[in-house]
């Protein structure tokens, strides 16, 4: 029996389609979905026409995925900080021009291995270009209740395609030439293009200067390396990228060698794949319901154990369809998961950031296994290659023990909008700095165990958002005065750091304020070092009041 637990208010699935905007994206996304499925297709099997080595032919999903892993936090970081429209629009438009690049080639007979490996690669950068900016578009379009019908609904809407796309890329290629599949994914991006164009997303006022580029790509690394449950989601995201691919990159080479197929069959054989997903999408709220969200991973790690070792010893196609039926089921209830679980756990500012660190670790897992496993079917057997990645999605299983998968986080991560800039009465720039801050507290001796927990938080909370340099003092003449300190690069960064903290921060602060005896509100000391102040700052001047948040 299922473990039945309390989950946020969630919408019904298909309810999202009551947003308009949701609406029409979502139908574009499905002619380009089914071109991109068909362009594979005719990818992976005119591959195994232009050699015959296994890794060349893994290789395929390698390029695919691979650009995914170098690009995605460079995409999040504009997706961050850009109109994320424009993103998507100028990828929508690369990715079509390689695409009609690939196809020109293909007709006039041009291609080589490594030169398809090449624009495989190039659309493999405009989706990594892409991904972060329409992912964490969705979290705009739709309520944070929505959220998980929404990545269901995406998820749903690709594996419905995944269904009827790979059988008709197959039949394509096998009537008229894998050129063909390539011609039709480029037609395909005119739907999308059309309705990024049509689509006018009310622009958000930006009081604060764009983050450096530099400065947002630390940042997006540091929040996630301050956030445990993000680290979890990423590490299970990763190994489960680089096991459950086997099965699909290797797929080519099964279909030839254990079943003696054609291009067809193959497309066929995708296809059972896509049924499977389309199930797992309809019953995934339900069974996020009634499931804690470890569970559902194990599921999907012992599913795709199961599918993959079937795929290695079948020679029979009804009993290999169903195997991957079941991998289909199993593929999209872990990622759609992995996916709603970063999108409720990151606050709106840097979710872009976090989504293409997990992107970077799922999809570079899934190249990296393309490519091992590729290695291990040529220079070994493609039956041990494929039993190899079976056992490591069992291990997968057992690391769950170790690090298991948060469940979905009630925090409220809206923003706090708390904070007031304070009056200063030294005339500085906002890129003057660096700035000191420092937070005194008055805490009895019975009450310092519960203190230094709760400014455990407080320094992961500070880190995470931009703080340098945390430090917590004790003073050795009162030892009841505590100081906490850390340092922002500017003032600007200063209030940017303040401007991040969410309504699920303010508990924190709020319990370390009931600890604090002092008389009065929180003593704040904030100070910028001498060297970068010039004479003329340094002159007082006069300031409106105003009420500061006090930390």
């Not at 394509?172 to 395909?188: C, D, L, M, R, T």
């Not at 003696?260 to 019953?283: D, E, K, M, Q, R």
């Not at 291990?376 to 023990?401: K, P, T, Y």
Request: glycine share 8%.
């Amino acid at each position: 029996m299922p473990e039945t637990r309390a989950v946020p208010d969630q919408s019904p699935t298909l309810a999202v389609f009551r947003n308009p905007t949701f609406r029409n994206l979502w139908i574009a996304t499905l002619a380009s979905n089914f071109g991109g499925l068909v362009q594979s297709v005719g990818a992976a099997w005119l591959m195994t026409i232009l050699t015959a080595s296994e890794s060349m032919v893994a290789l395929v999903q390698a390029s695919i995925t691979l650009p995914l892993m170098l690009f995605s936090l460079t995409a999040g970081v504009f997706a961050d900080n850009f109109d994320r429209r424009k993103i998507m629009l100028w990828a929508q438009g690369f990715m079509c021009a390689a695409s009609v690049g690939l196809a020109f080639l293909a007709f006039e007979g041009w291609l080589t291995p490594w030169l398809l490996l090449f624009f495989t690669f190039l659309i493999g950068c405009g989706t990594a270009l892409n991904n972060p900016s329409w992912q964490a578009s969705v979290g705009d379009i739709v309520s944070k209740q929505e959220l998980p019908a929404a990545v269901s609904v995406n998820s749903m809407g690709f594996n419905m395609m995944r269904s009827v796309g790979p059988a008709a890329g197959g039949a394509i290629v096998a009537s008229f030439g894998a050129a063909a599949a390539f011609a039709v994914n480029a037609a395909s991006y005119i739907a999308v293009i059309s309705a990024l164009k049509n689509w006018h997303p009310t622009p958000k006022e930006r009081r604060l200067p764009r983050e450096k580029f530099g400065s947002a790509f630390a940042v997006g690394l540091r929040y996630v390396a301050m956030s445990p449950n993000l680290i979890r989601t990423i590490a299970r995201g990763t190994l489960f990228g680089f096991s459950s691919i086997a099965g699909q990159a290797l797929l080519p080479i099964v279909v030839r060698v254990n079943l003696n197929g054609n291009s067809l069959v193959y497309g066929t054989l995708l296809g059972a794949f896509g049924v499977g997903a389309v199930i797992a999408a309809l019953s995934n709220q339900r069974l996020r319901a009634r499931c804690r969200n470890e569970n559902i991973v194990r599921l999907s790690f012992l599913g795709l154990a199961i599918s993959t070792a079937i795929l290695a010893v079948s020679t029979l196609f009804l009993l290999t369809a169903a195997a991957l039926v079941l991998a289909g089921m199993c593929w999209v209830l872990a990622l759609s998961l992995f996916n709603t679980t970063v999108q409720l756990s990151t606050p709106r500012w840097v979710v872009g950031r976090v989504l293409a660190l997990y992107q970077t670790g799922t999809f570079g897992g899934m190249a990296a296994g393309a490519g091992l496993w590729g290695a291990f079917a040529e220079s070994g057997s493609l039956q041990g290659a494929l039993l190899g990645a079976a056992a490591v999605m069992l291990a997968g299983i057992a690391f769950g023990a170790l690090a298991p998968l948060p469940d979905a986080a009630d925090l409220n991560l809206d923003p706090a909008n708390r904070f007031k800039e304070p009056p200063i009465s030294l005339d500085i720039k906002p890129q003057s700095g660096p700035i000191m801050v420092m937070v005194d507290y008055e805490i009895d001796e019975a009450d310092v165990p519960r203190f230094l927990e709760l400014m455990a938080i407080r320094r992961r909370i500070r880190i995470r958002d931009g703080a340098g340099h945390w430090a917590l003092l004790r003073d050795l003449e009162n030892p009841d005065l505590w100081s906490e300190s850390y340092h922002v690069p500017t003032w600007v960064e200063y209030i940017r750091h303040n401007e991040r903290r969410t309504e699920a921060d303010i508990q924190n602060i709020e319990e370390i304020r009931k600890l604090h005896r002092g008389e009065g509100p929180l003593h704040v000391h904030r100070m910028i070092e001498r060297h970068s102040v010039s004479v003329r700052d340094a002159i007082p001047r006069r300031t409106k009041g105003g009420t500061p948040d006090g930390t």
